[in-house]
């Protein structure tokens, strides 16, 4: 087993290989847990609220009761502090609010707006005006009944219509956390470091025994080509599951709570149908490519913007439809798609059920290209002898 | 000396894999930002019509029968045809709807999960719920009012916020900016890489270029000249590209854009001679260096997460003030959102003294390079 142990000694040699792309992949799950939101002790329904912070230059009884309201109804972060406005371009907060003076004063005629600094357009800017809205609407009618009462008194009955909700009902089966879009979101993620790494690693290795030096010294041993070819082909097998399982401890270490589905299984071959693709398009680009350095230059753009228009980074519902197509032709696409299906289906077998076909597409990626490069190669064997 | 410019361009040109990551590979990465990104913040967090279901026959007397065509007016909802409410729940699982909206005793909601959707569909509702209560208040203490059109007055709602408009408030911004901070930056590269032909004991091309009979001076000030205009012309394309076909805005003091960047440029040069002239050992180490400061200054600019470069700002100041990618992307930002010209300033004057620095220290270094006498 002399060229097997040959090839992890290369492999010991270039550690930048697996390290890098790692801690990239840490850096990605760090980024998306930001995104995605998942808690384990969550049994019911909880709404999301808008962070925001206030500016009252009123300091009116009805200001101090809307933001009374807002500290109950919304993330509130206090007063706005001088930088409230860079906060809410890199999304800190999701509003700010300004309450002019003489706003109680000017309300039934003349009424100022309250102005909102928010995202344009955005939900939590409509999330917003909803909630101020609640607020300020019991003010304005009760001052248009004209009951005859003081201030104060308004706005404790408001206060105490605002107690009164909507009656919420969970639809059977759901409302408890379901961690699988969390889950799916970081396996996609993982496809990124899967191709990179089994790529780098394997094709590193095929290109460095290509050498026509090591070639040569390889064909006159006395070593049989064939059992020569299969401890390779071994070491690359080896590399490869052992990046994945790595792969795989990371996300298990990572989010180990988020394993509480019966989904797993299904999502974990999904990743493990990558790693053949990724398998088949090493031993490709082994044949192809010459010198290591180039096939960094080109897995790096592979492996990040296949990620980038598949969706492995942003939702694919997101992405354009004629990006989305252009995908089609890339591994990563149909994994993606598969975890976006194993989402939303209904059942465990459902999952089962949506994930045959993108997984027979990944599958057929990786016995595609390594048949290309089984003929690249016995092709340049040929010229050579030739 | 025509022919060491050549000879220069000739040499730094030649290295195809550093002008694929210096050039080729950020015009990648701003197309695939472009694809993904800018798509992403613009609609991602764009406010549509709430679909729902209603299903059941709604009276007369019915408050929702009064409210939902105001609401539907409003875009705020839009109620589909389905009036079987296994229908309802059917497209309530598949995602097909937010909700299923009910009266009953009162109004009831059901949703499948929490989401933005069902937190505003639950505001407008309870809004309304609120003021069925606030009604019942009002006519026991005002009977008369009953009669009146005063109901339908409590259910027309009224705007009370104004959104301070600003259209140019894009998230994506940051993304290309730092990408742009990220091309200036691999000026450090550029200069590990220009040392390497310039130190006579560490390349053969080095050791010929001193024998030349050219003053030392001369050599160091056109290596550096040749480094600063193939860094800038890498500059100017992918400015180009991200400011043209991906149309991403950079303001319009297109002088104080052009500015900063040669500043960060200067700097960036400066401090890969820096790095390389007083860094010893291989050269793989003075580029893995290199390449290590280039990625963490970008990265902390908010390269990957756009938010990383407010949390340096506020929470790292003296890092921030030493990053030069930080002062570009902030230089930028401040542009882009039509700041004072002041921070601008600053920032070039900051990374000017950066770069200044580094040049000096550089410039001694290599004055004292002493090699045997022929």
Redesign the interface.
Known sequence: MTVFKTCLRILRAIPGVFLLPFAVFM??LA?LS?QYSYNPEQTS?????ATICVIDEDESALSQGLIEYLEKTTDYQGICEA?YS???????LDGA??IPKGYQENFNSN?L??????????????????????Y???Y???N??D?NVSNLQILE?IKA??D????????AG??AA?PREALAGMFSASTYVIIITVVSAIATLLIIFNQTQVKVRADVSGCNTVWVNTQKLLAGLLVGFATWLVCMAILYVLLHDYYATAYVPVILLNSFAMLLSSLGLAFMLGSIIKTP??LN?FI??FA??GG??SGS???QQ???PI?LLIARFLPQYWNVAANDAIV?A?SVGAAWKALSIPLCVQILFGVVFALAGFVISRQKRRAQLV | MRNYIYYRFKTLLGDKMMLFWTLLFPVALALFFSFTLVKVYSTATAFEAIEVAVPQTLDNQSILKAVLPVLEEEDLILVNSTKDLESAKTQLQDGEISAIIQETDGIVMTVKSSTSDSTILKMIFDQITQKTSMLERIFSQKPELAATDFINEAYTVETYTTQIKDDNMSFSVIYFYSLMAMEILYGIQWGVKSTYYLQAQRSPAALRTNIAPMSRLKLVLIDIGVVFVITAVEVLLLYLFIRYPLNISFGNQVFWVIAASLAALFTAIALGYFISVYLKGEERHKEGLATAITLTFSFSCGMQYPGLKYLVGRYLPWFATINPAYLLTDSYYTLYYGKAISIVEKNIMITLAIGVIAAILAAIRLRGDQYDSL
């Open positions: 850096g990605i980024l930001f329904l909880t709404f999301t609220k930088d860079d906060k809410v371009f890199y999304n800190f609010l300004i009424r707006p309250v102005s909102a600094l928010v995202y344009p357009g955005s939900t939590l800017s409509v999330m917003l005006e909803e909630t101020v809205s609640s300020l609407e019991g304005r009618i009760y248009k009944a009951l009955w219509d605002t009164n909700t909507t009656k919420v009902e969970v639809l759901s409302g379901d350095i180039v230059a790096n753009i990040l913007g980038f228009l980074f942003v939702p997101f992405l354009d990006i939303s209904n």
